[in-house]
């Protein structure tokens, strides 16, 4: 085994990422390349599942692999690809699946959640895990930084890995551990869980006009200007504590004084917030706008992907006895 431990983590092209997904997961998931070998893909097989639109499934992953350019992620030390350029995951999860009883697939929170909501779920949703644990393990992967909705995912994919082991033989797969962060979920500007769904959420590399614009729209308190005010239950706070600790201790200390507003909060958290993402924007956009070059870099990553990819395809057939003549 190597001496350089890995980390892998999947982002799925189904959104153009907001803050949330920033602070929950992309920021994360760059500071582990300092200490790992990281690898970062696009989960694109993952988003067919929901997504239907073609052109919405083209699209999304040049602008995921712009946000994560953007957001610092360096594709010479770092391996960012998407996940359809390594097929080698298909004969790796066909292998897997041999080996879990359906059962486990059957109380998968995804599907179960689909069921319950009265869905008529595809096998896609079904065999997610199965996929998942894939993507995973084809690496050799030793930590994977995921939001606790995916503690379960983690989960089997350790116990399909142990089961390899134990049938074919130890050193088989690598083990790998979920690292889940303890950071509280990002809120939307109307106090809930910042979701694309909800509507609710903050663009990363909209124009400052607009960015602005959504902050003075965040919901607050309705206490006079004069009044003191408590920072912790607000959202104007919470926001600016999880883009900056510092920013958001000055500004604890003026709401605690009173003779400050939420509109004055509000812009300071937009600061905070410009100068976080503003020098990001531009390279964004410059990216974004050169789709045949994150086609060159995405390619670049999936050559190197493939190069592990094919080295753990090969254990695992040695060990599972299929093998073929040169
Ligand atoms: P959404 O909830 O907007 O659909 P996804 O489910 O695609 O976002 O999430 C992608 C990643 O971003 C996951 O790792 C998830 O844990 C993280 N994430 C999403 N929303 C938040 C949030 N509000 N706070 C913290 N992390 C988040
Ligand atoms: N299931 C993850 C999500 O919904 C995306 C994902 C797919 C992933 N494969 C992965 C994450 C492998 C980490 C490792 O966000």
């Known amino acids: 085994m190597r001496a350089v431990k890995t980390s892998l983590t999947g982002i799925k092209p189904t959104n153009t990422p907001h803050l949330g997904n920033y602070l929950g997961a992309i920021r994360p998931a760059l500071e582990l390349a300092k200490q790992y070998r990281s690898l970062y893909f696009i989960a694109d097989y993952h988003a067919l599942t929901t997504v239907r639109d073609p052109e919405v499934l083209r699209t ?3 602008d995921v692999a712009a946000t994560w350019l953007a957001s610092g992620l360096d594709p010479e030390k770092t391996i960012l690809f998407r996940q359809s350029a390594v097929p080698e995951v298909f004969e790796l999860s066909w292998t897997l699946s041999c080996l879990l009883a359906t059962g486990q697939l059957e109380r998968g929170h995804s599907y179960k959640d689909a069921l319950a909501k009265g869905d008529v779920p595809n096998a896609g949703i079904f065999y997610y895990p199965v996929l998942m644990a894939a993507d ?3 690496y050799d992967t030793h930590v ?3 939001g606790k909705d995916q503690k379960q995912h983690l989960e089997l994919c350790r116990d399909v890995a142990q089961r390899a082991n134990h049938v074919f033989g130890e050193g088989t797969l690598v083990v790998p551990e979920a690292h889940i962060g303890d ?11 910042m979701s694309k769904s909800r509507g609710n959420g903050i663009p990363l590399f909209a124009p400052a006009k607009k960015l602005r614009k959504v902050v003075m729209g965040i919901k607050t308190g309705s206490e006079t200007l004069e009044e003191p005010k408590d920072p912790e239950p607000s959202t104007v706070y919470q926001l600016c504590r999880q883009v900056s600790p510092e920013a958001a201790a000055e500004m604890a200390e003026k709401l605690r004084a009173g003779n400050y507003g939420w509109g ?3 812009q300071a958290l937009y600061e905070t917030l410009e100068a976080e993402l503003g020098p990001k924007r531009e390279t964004y956009q410059a ?3 050169d789709e045949a070059k994150l086609d060159a870099l995405l ?4 050559e190197r992907a493939r190069v592990i990819a094919r080295e753990t395809m090969g254990r695992v057939r040695r060990a599972i006895g299929m093998t073929r003549p040169a």
């Open 287 to 289: 990216l974004r706008a």
């Open 60 to 62: 999304s992953v040049y």
């Open 299 to 302: 390619e670049e990553g999936a």
């Open 264 to 266: 004055h909060a509000k």
């Open 144 to 146: 994977v930084p995921v």
């Open 183 to 193: 950071a509280p979920l990002v809120p939307g500007t109307d106090g809930e869980k």
């Open 136 to 138: 995973i393990l084809l």
